[in-house]
């Protein structure tokens, strides 16, 4: 099974910080194929069900804001939420779906300074 | 607009069986494999099954395999996750979500496991 390991577990940021959140898989989530990799983040609020942020890395879902940026290839991947906003406070999870048992990170929890 | 309804939470006791549906609208249901993950009380998330939209591929997580079973009926616009020998640790929020990216999930159906 593929491991993500998600850093770091918790982060205090204050409204208008930038923060980066980083996610490591233990195999490359690379496609050879089609060059596309494998990993989405998802942001949870309090009570809400997870939404989808970004997929394939640095793909935006439609109807997400343009702070909310992902990077990287292969085995490391970082999620950039750049001027946070309170409505930005949440759970965020990464997840790869490269090889089946899919496997998220342990996610990072967002906190208000 | 896309929605997903999970339905048939609830508690049982250990050992005991439970079915969850997932209704979906808003999209072309069959066109879709779809996922069911889990969130344990204050913990993470958890993927627990895969089947793909004509059912011929069909996966789990290693937790479940041989006591869940994942299945759907595209008629009825509607997925299913069968539980069988339920155990403490099945505890947990049960949500459906549509494709591998995961673009669309339920509100949660709740599951508790205790005696």
């Known amino acids: 099974d593929i491991v993500m390991t998600q850093s770091p577990f918790s982060l205090a940021v204050s409204e208008g910080e930038m923060v980066t959140i980083n996610c490591k898989s233990s195999?490359?989530?690379?496609?050879?194929?089609?060059?596309?990799?494998?990993l989405a983040w998802y942001q949870q609020k309090p009570g809400q069900s997870p939404k989808l942020l970004i997929y394939?890395?640095?793909t935006r879902q439609s109807g997400v804001p343009d702070r909310f940026i992902g990077s990287g290839s292969g085995t490391d991947f970082t999620l950039t939420i750049s001027d946070v906003q309170a409505e930005d406070l949440a759970d965020y999870y990464c997840?790869?779906?490269?090889?089946?048992?899919?496997?998220f990170g342990a996610g990072t929890k967002l906190e208000l300074k | 607009e896309v929605q997903l309804v999970e339905s048939g939470g609830g508690l049982v006791q250990p050992g005991r069986s439970l079915k969850l549906s997932c209704v979906a609208s808003g999209f072309t249901f069959s066109n879709y494999g779809m996922n069911w993950i889990r969130q344990a009380p204050g913990k993470g998330l958890e993927w627990v099954a895969y089947?793909?939209?004509?059912?011929?591929?069909?996966y789990y997580a290693e937790t479940v395999k041989g006591r869940f079973t994942i299945s759907r009926d595209n008629a009825k616009n509607t997925l299913y996750l069968q539980m069988t020998s339920l155990r403490s640790e099945d505890t947990a929020l049960y949500y459906c979500?549509?494709?591998?990216?995961?673009?669309?999930w339920g509100q949660g159906a709740s599951v508790t496991v205790s005696s």
């Open positions: 195999q490359s989530l690379l496609s050879s194929g089609n060059q596309k990799n494998y």
């Open positions: 997840l790869q779906h490269y090889s089946y048992p899919d496997t």
């Open positions: 089947i793909s939209s004509g059912s011929s591929y069909i």
């Open positions: 979500a549509r494709r591998d990216v995961m673009d669309a």
């Open positions: 394939y890395a640095s």
